[in-house]
């Protein structure tokens, strides 16, 4: 009997214990499912260049560096945080030789995440057979079954990108340079008829299809939506680009990177995109750039004639807010003046513009006095 009740006892303790495990398991919060990729398993780049190597790690071109462009937001999904390395391909003396890879298995490569025991746990691949797209945007699916394909047969430098979603479905871009991606620097802004005119230095001269850009949007800094980019001219280290004149009293934001996209294909792109093929950039340490269309006021002043002369009012405008100095143009009579003595009777209106190319206007009226009426 005394058995018995031990038994008994017991399993009415395993009961308990299953119950409260049970319990715990269903208040745990569920795991998300699209946070970033662990940054202490950052994403690798192997493939048959290099035997699918994993190592070395974190010291050459295999470990990409996480990177975010034009945000300061801790953990962007959208295509700001991203994962990227540049692999120089050389007949010899480069990281990898060239190898026009096919895809397939043992015929490919992929971008992967994992512990130091299973460096593979997360890959990023292909679902099917095939060679993605240079100086393009593709597509890559969370542990696919096929590793890509890709024609690196060429010596070059192919800088991969890999948008940072999680661990989910994600896209990479690849640009390809016949040298190293030089750096690009904001140096200054100045301004000509209201368009701003942003000055670029670059580390060195661009290859060939190696594009300068300005990537600006009014209002809003939040590059995820609505925005435009200018492509910059120039030669050697010395470039610029003009973003037109924007509605006065607007705050636009900008920043400069380098891409192998063409500016029509940045057009076509989704704004994601636009982020993603990203070689090098100057983001200003992801707050942006920033200036102002300020908005110009103006105001008119000024006396009529004395009493029983003819008209000869002088009128006077004040100009205020707005950019730098102003210009002053007058109807009638086209006067470019700040102040004008008007020798005939009527309403003078004048235009008051600043170096970003926003106005203001105001009138004055010249009035001929009545002549008193003596006894």
Same mark, same amino acid.
């Given at each position: ?203 060195? @001269?661009?290859?060939?299809?190696? +594009?300068?850009?300005?990537? !600006?949007?009014? =209002?809003?800094?939040?590059? *995820? $939506? #609505?925005? /435009? ?48 093929? @990203?070689?090098?950039?100057?983001? +200003?340490?992801?707050?942006? !750039?920033?200036? =102002?269309?300020?908005?110009? *006021? $103006? #105001?008119? /002043? ?48 004048? @235009? ?12 004055? =009226? ?10």
């Amino acid at each position: 009997m005394k058995n018995k009740i031990n038994f008994q006892i017991r399993l009415s303790q395993l009961a308990t214990l299953f119950f409260a495990w049970a319990a715990c398991v269903c208040i745990m919060p569920a795991p998300a499912t699209a946070q970033n990729v662990f940054s202490g398993e950052p994403v690798q780049w192997v493939g048959r260049p290099n035997g699918y190597s994993t190592t070395p790690y974190n010291s050459d071109y295999r470990t990409t560096v996480y990177r975010k462009v034009s945000t300061t937001v801790a953990n962007p999904a959208d295509g700001r945080g991203q994962w990227a390395t540049t692999i120089n391909v050389q007949n010899s003396g480069g990281n990898i030789t060239p190898d026009n890879m096919p895809g397939g298995g043992g015929a490919g490569w992929l971008l992967i995440s994992g512990p130091s025991g299973n460096r593979f746990q997360n890959k990023w691949n292909f679902t099917g057979v095939g060679q993605g797209a240079l100086n393009a945007i593709n597509d890559v699916t969370l542990n696919a079954a096929t590793d890509m394909g890709l024609n690196m047969s060429g010596v070059g430098y192919y800088t991969f990108v890999m948008r940072d979603a999680g661990y989910v479905n994600s896209q990479f871009y690849v640009g390809v340079t016949a040298n190293a991606p030089v750096s690009v620097s904001r140096t200054s802004q100045t301004f000509l008829a209201g368009a701003a005119i942003i000055s670029i230095t670059t580390g060195g @001269t661009p290859s060939a299809g190696e +594009n300068v850009y300005v990537r !600006y949007r009014s =209002t809003t800094n939040n590059f *995820t $939506a #609505s925005t /435009s980019v200018v492509q910059a001219t120039g030669s050697g280290t010395a470039w610029s680009a003009t973003i037109p004149t924007q509605p006065c009293g607007t705050v636009v934001h900008y920043y400069v990177y380098s891409s192998t996209r063409t500016l029509a294909q940045i057009n076509a792109d989704s704004d994601i995109n636009r982020s993603l093929a @990203t070689l090098r950039y100057d983001d +200003n340490t992801g707050t942006n !750039y920033t200036y =102002t269309h300020t908005a110009v *006021t $103006a #105001s008119c /002043s000024g006396t009529n004639s004395t009493c029983g002369a003819i008209a000869d009012g002088t009128a006077m405008v004040t100009a205020g807010a707005g950019s730098g100095s102003y210009s002053y143009s007058w109807a009638p009579g086209a006067q470019i003046t700040q102040q004008i003595t008007a020798q005939t009777l009527g309403t003078y209106s004048v @235009t008051v513009t600043d170096v970003n190319g926003c106005q203001a206007t105001c009138s004055f =009226t010249v009035s001929q006095p009545l002549i008193p009426n003596f006894p």
